[in-house]
């Protein structure tokens, strides 16, 4: 099954994004688990169609209203095993 981690960083309320990066994933039947998370920064590792992890890049990108990501950063699985 494909994977990918995600990298999000900028300013917005920790626990409001990642209930947004949840209900995100559920939506597009993707596997979600948390790998680091920081006031300023969520790194997620998601799992399932490439195409749905895409969408779900853009997605969360784009944030809950209020949140302002200034930078994703994606790795593919076999680089993120080192995360």
Known sequence: ??????????????????????????LLALDLRI??????????????????IDMFEVAAGLGPAGAVVDQVTRFSYPQAQAV
């Not at 790998?35 to 749905?52: P, Q």
Request: some cysteine; hydrophobic content about 45%; aromatic content about 12%.
């Open 35 to 52: 790998v680091h998370r920081e006031a300023d920064r969520l790194t997620v590792c998601v799992s399932g169609n490439d195409v749905l």
């Open 1 to 26: 099954m494909p994977r990918a981690v995600l990298g999000f960083e900028g300013s917005f309320d920790i626990a409001s994004f990642q209930s947004f990066c949840f209900a995100r994933a559920r």
